[in-house]
T-cell receptor, first 116, second 113 residues
Framework: AQSVTQLGSHVSVSEGALVLLRCNYS??????LFWYVQYPNQGLQLLLK??????LVKGINGFEAEFKKSETSFHLTKPSAHMSDAAEYFCAVSRGRGSTLGRLYFGRGTQLTVWP | NAGVTQTPKFQVLKTGQSMTLQCAQDMNHNSMYWYRQDPGMGLRLIYYSASEGTTDKGEVPNGYNVSRLNKREFSLRLESAAPSQTSVYFC????????????FGPGTRLTVT
């Protein structure tokens, strides 16, 4: 079984401030982990993914995430928030082996608000 | 490449009516998925198709049926719509090998009255 917990359904930051969105997972096997972003009235867009090649993963738009096995976490960060970062962010996990189906299990999402 | 396309974008149904949501991808992907998104619930998998000719239930399949028409197309049918099926529906596709990322369509916003 596996699940994803995103701590904080809403996060607000000022423009230029650090963005930290938290994600913890549970998985019985080494996971593949993803962060997706959803802008209003749009589909989901991949921000970055962890596939065991490196624990610090860089994505698009200046975002990065660090895989910490000991903490079962995959938190998303950005050093300096921009107004255009306002969106909903989803963490997702996929089982790393066994199934070839690539099913994703999503967290409930975190709405990021950026204040001017 | 258009990526993943979905039709219609919006739909209003009365309770008991039926409809089919269409999804197509032009990336030659093997796997396709249908999700529903409800406020505060994230995305939940309804059905998926690992490859052409196969379909399987996800987390919330009740009230839905699917058809993998060919490699490109994967449709979702509501036989008798209920207000609980009011949601935003997303189709996604995945290459089927390698790094498991999914590519999403723009969504269909469905309201059942």
């Amino acid at each position: 079984a596996q699940s994803v917990t995103q701590l904080g359904s809403h996060v607000s930051v000022s423009e230029g401030a650090l963005v930290l969105l938290r994600c913890n997972y549970s998985s019985s096997v080494p996971p593949y982990l993803f962060w997706y972003v959803q802008y209003p009235n749009q589909g989901l867009q991949l921000l970055l993914k962890y596939t065991s090649a490196a624990t610090l993963v860089k994505g698009i738009n200046g975002f990065e995430a660090e895989f910490k096995k000991s903490e079962t976490s995959f938190h998303l960060t950005k050093p300096s928030a921009h107004m255009s970062d306002a969106a909903e962010y989803f963490c997702a996990v996929s089982r790393g082996r066994g199934s070839t189906l690539g099913r994703l299990y999503f967290g409930r999402g975190t709405q990021l608000t950026v204040w001017p | 490449n258009a990526g993943v396309t979905q039709t219609p974008k919006f739909q209003v149904l009365k309770t008991g009516q039926s409809m089919t949501l269409q999804c197509a991808q032009d990336m030659n992907h093997n796997s396709m998925y249908w999700y529903r998104q409800d406020p505060g619930m994230g995305l939940r998998l309804i059905y998926y198709s690992a490859s052409e000719g196969t379909t399987d239930k996800g987390e919330v399949p009740n009230g839905y049926n699917v058809s993998r028409l060919n490699k490109r197309e994967f449709s979702l049918r509501l036989e008798s719509a209920a207000p609980s099926q009011t949601s935003v529906y997303f189709c996604a596709s995945r290459k089927g090998t390698g790094l498991f990322e999914q590519y999403f369509g723009p969504g269909t916003r469905l309201t059942v009255t």
